[in-house]
């Protein structure tokens, strides 16, 4: 008997093909058996009845050409000025700025999206497709490599690190978990050198979680698309499928699939250079965009806090609860005193225990009005903190009381404490 | 750290009196019926040599820092066998300094070449005490060696700084397969420049686990090489009959085996303890858990520390409830009991350690969980709850009892399970006996498979290349037929959407494990995953399955969703299914017909199998009756597999039965003591193996019937009379419970007579007037009435089946 019937025979008796269980058990003989075994979980689909493509066909119907063996390079333009009535088209940019991107303006973006083997990575996962798209004056171009089989892999990694040079910057979408590790990976099995590991890279997923996240119901590019570009794609093979696709190919030379594969990967380049660009837009004049101005503010402080405080100040009316706390945070942490006791006591009069405790911290350490701090104190929920902290400003009050029974104050004592520098949280004793 | 070699030995320790001695003796006068085996260990000089002279000065002057100023002569020949480029394999009893053999190659690699080391260990507790030893010898010499776990319980963000920093990585089979090597390529920089592997607790590694950690390790040399590394391998193993052997197979390579040891060993005293008999006739005795906690309480009152040993995690802790109702009854004073076992946080259990070291517990209660390397110091007596399984284990738990240079007592308190009851009649078995042989089968056709698909997705074949000894090209070739490979320009690409080690397990050979559901109040929660082999004798509707000794009856079983929903019970019976086992021989391997005249014939091949599952049998606790029957509906499960099989000459079973009927309950009650001893011998699960006894091809089989006699019943399962059949030649089938099978039956054969010898010699010794389930499995109450002996039966086949064919003794 063959190893390969063994195999499969085994396979079955293993709990492999539970659902044909009841089907063939009769004690027949063993070679009758073997006979009526039928190869089970065979994934490969019977060809669809179309013919095979070789690759040179496969490329002239991609529109691209063969540049090395079995590797398909597409290469494809929009000049901006011939669509002068798309809005899209008119607000790319170049090298969009966004928050914290300061010392990258000289750098070329390159948008990349690649679509492999599988979904759960592992070095058994390959990047049959990798789309780059650059951003000029007058035009964007996208160029996607292709393998058409295994053994081009190579090739396509050495011209993809021929098109990368030093003063480029990557700009994907969730690229940072998984294409550049991914590709990564494969230049190691080829034991090619590669410069992904030092270009810098910005994965547009991350800023799009903060400034959409809360609104959006995901954000998965499709999601991006409708919300930010309004663009709805037709016909659109999902990127799911794309393993699917190109097995298909290397197995029956069915190519029909992969041209929809390569379609879905430039739709996903262009989307990222104009994702880039409208975010940008969107950080500039967040109300059109509809972007979470607190998440705003706070990426913006990171970098800049008088740019976060004069956001959220030209938002007061619609802020939310958190925007206004962090409005109070960074007026705090600015020394605007004014400011944050006025939407402490907003949010205070709303109920916001925490901003009733920034006041009644204010009031005690720094404005030095003990018995408001003592009125803030009495508003707060009653717990051990509470308590303590009432206590203490009890006993201060006491001991004010007696220090000016024995000595009236003098003019020069005043200063002291009004000369004092508003603190970076550090004034309370209790936090 | 275990014992360090060259260790002071404390000076007075002969000329103090000797406990553990003394009260060997007391128990040895007081319960000398109890008492049906002894040994005497006798104590052992240590043996030394010098620090090696090729020894760094750091890691000698670290040595030294922690003491240790000469090594035992095996860790000097250790260092020797790998210094000269060998894989090595080390064999000594538990605390003979065996972690010293690899620490120091790997250390001195670290430091002066700034090589690697990956540590394999079974379990993620080991793993954790090793990393802390090697970090005491670090720091001692301060060495700057850095050595990280990598499991699990790893964090996310630490995890790049264990793969890239990492001088030392500990981890254990399952990460290896399923976390490292589907990730190669990140591990590059560890792998790239890794010279050591360090395999300890070799011995775990058997059966279908074995099978599978050595193609794990396949996977990995031949990553290894990609990266242009050739490790060594160093193995630790306890004893087991066939060290280097086991070695050899899990590496695939030579391995040069270290057995001789030079530690200090002191005099040990061994007592096999068998409870008192309550009944006689139903072969009850007293439980074990009350002798083990009787001989326990008198060792702490005589002011012995004392490790009991119990075989699950429920029984821990109603021992430690004995115990501490006799000695922790005042809440003031320090613990003086403990328990220990798997489940507890993990500081919890470094606490429980650390006090057994400084000696403030007087007696620990542990499951196997502190049998293997973890050090907790000096005691003096070692108390077994039931027998461990095997020799192997037997010793390695005893060996836990008088570390350094004291006498110490170990007993073995034997529970009414058959096995134990056969270890304990048998005493000459396990005294004289060398431990069990661990087999492993690499080349089982399916676990090949898996790992054949594992290394194809991390790194593509070529042709010509080998991997395992079937041939790679025709199971690649059948992976193509499957569309999960895909062959190019001589190289075999993975080429589907999934990451194949996460379907594979290390610890099975079929797939589709089934999950075990309570239901209980509501609720839905996975207690139990039973394995798809098993899961038709175990959990069909109605069974009672025990979760720690607790009942649970299966209320409803989801076959195609691989589901059994069960609920609490209170139930005073246990279930045993019905099986209705047919087989075929398919093909003889290898026969050998028994001396002149030739009475018996036994064979090795392989053989076709159908098992009905028709019904299960409801058995009552301790009286062992039946007391009702169910049906179970279930699909017949087929295989192929190999099996041993015996037969008698149908002349020679005519003369020695009066009827057919006769010699069917012998054939039965036989295969019961066989399938026990089989066990025992291949240091296997009895569900490794399976039992049959038919005709060979299929066209009748024996099962003991609701009357308690054997029944013939034909392949559609009717019962028939056994007269019907023309010809009477009954065959006794072992086979090996797995599709493929796992390499049990050849080593089965091979030891055929011993097995033969050793069931007769069962039921020979067997206490019980008719027949027990120590022996040839229950009988029915009304048989002992009537007289009728099916035990005789059983002795009679199992006479003709040895060689000889002694005549019977009246």
Known sequence: ?431 | MSTPAGQIVPPCEASHADPAGELAARLRTKYATRITGELVVPAQAGQYAPLPDDLDHRLAEALRGRGVERLYTHQAAAWKTVQAGSHTVIVTPTASGKTLCYNLPVLQAALRDRHKALYLFPTKALAQDQVAELMALNEAGDLGVRAFTFDGDTPGDARKAVRTRGDIVVTNPDMLHQGILPHHTKWAQLLECLRFIVIDEMHTYRGVFGSHVANVLRRLRRICRFYGSEPCFILCSATIANPSELARELVNDEVVAITESGAPQGPKHLLLWNPPVVNADLGIRASARSQTTRIARTAVTHGLKSIVFARSRLMVEVLTKYMKDAFDRDPRSPARVAAYRGGYLPSERRTMEKKLREGSIDCVVSTSALELGVDIGSLDLCVLNGYPGTIAGTWQRLGRAGRRQRTALGVLVASSLPLDQYIIRNPEFFLGASPEQARIDPDQLLILLDHIRCAAFELPFRDGDVFGRQDLGEMLAYLQDHGVIHHESGRWHWMADSYPANSVSLRSVAEGNFVVIDTSGGKQEIIAEVDYSSAPDTIYEGAIYMIQSAPYQVERLDWEGRKAFVTRTRADYYTDAIDYTRLRILERFEENKGKVPPLSTVAHGEVHLVRRIAGFKKIRYYSHENIGYGNIDLPDQEMHTTAVWWQIDPHALDAAFESRLEALDGFLGAGYALHIVAAMRMHSESQDIGRAVGDGNAEWFATVGASGRGQMRNSAGDAIDPGQPARFTPALFLYDNYPGGIGISSPLYEARETIVAGALQLVNTCECAHGCPGCIGPILASDEVRGFSPRQMAQRVLRLLSANGEPEIP
């Open chain 1, 1 to 431: 008997m063959s190893l390969k019937a063994r195999l499969s025979r085994l396979q079955s008796q293993a709990g492999g093909g539970c659902r044909d269980r009841n089907k063939g058990i009769a004690g027949t003989g063993l070679r009758t058996r073997l006979a009526h075994l039928r190869p089970e979980r065979i994934h490969a689909q019977a060809p669809s009845g179309g013919h095979a493509m070789p690759p040179d066909e496969l490329a002239h119907a991609l529109r691209g050409e063969i540049c090395d063996e079995g590797l398909v390079h597409i290469r494809r333009s929009i000049r901006l000025a011939e669509q002068p009535d798309s809005l899209i088209l008119r607000s790319l940019q170049c090298n969009p700025g966004l928050p914290g991107d300061a010392g990258t303006s000289g750098l070329r973006c390159i948008y990349i999206d690649t679509e492999t083997t599988g979904l759960s990575g592992g070095s058994g996962t390959l990047a049959f497709l990798v789309g780059l798209a650059f951003v000029d004056d007058d035009a964007i171009t996208t160029r996607q490599l292709l393998m058409t089989r295994f053994s081009a892999e190579a090739a396509l990694l050495a011209a993809l690190a021929r098109l990368l040079s030093p003063g480029d910057r990557l700009i994907s979408y969730n690229g940072k978990s998984y294409d550049l590790p991914l590709l990564m990976t494969r230049f190691r099995m080829q034991g090619q050198e590669h410069p992904l590991g030092t270009l810098p890279h910005l994965d547009l997923l991350h800023p799009v979680r903060r400034l959409f996240g809360k609104h959006w119901k995901n954000c998965r590019l499709i999601t991006l698309e409708e919300n930010l570009l309004g663009i709805r794609r037709v016909d659109d093979l999902p990127g799911a499928e794309a393993p699917a696709a190109w097995f298909r190919y290397i197995r029956h030379g069915d190519g029909s699939q992969l041209a929809r594969i390569v379609e879905h990967n430039r739709q996903d380049i262009l989307s990222l250079a104009f994702a880039h660009s409208l975010l940008a837009r969107a950080v500039e004049r967040p109300r059109d965009f509809g972007v979470d101005i607190h998440a705003l503010a706070r990426w913006l402080a990171e970098t800049d806090e008088s740019a976060a405080i004069g956001l959220l100040r030209s938002h007061a009316g619609r802020l939310c609860d958190e925007g206004m706390r962090l409005l109070g945070q960074l007026s705090r942490r600015t020394g605007n005193w004014k400011q944050a006791v006025s939407v402490w006591e907003t949010l205070a009069a709303n109920g916001c225990v925490n901003s009733l405790e920034c006041l009644a911290k204010y009031h005690e350490h720094v404005s030095r009005d003990l018995a408001a701090a003592r009125r803030c104190c009495e508003r707060l929920p009653r717990n051990a903190a509470q308590g303590h902290r009432r206590r203490r400003i009890d006993a201060k009050m006491e001991a004010m009381k007696n220090r000016l029974r024995k000595h009236p104050p003098a003019e020069s004592c005043l200063p002291l404490i009004a000369g004092r520098i508003p603190g970076q949280g550090t004034l309370d004793p209790d936090t």
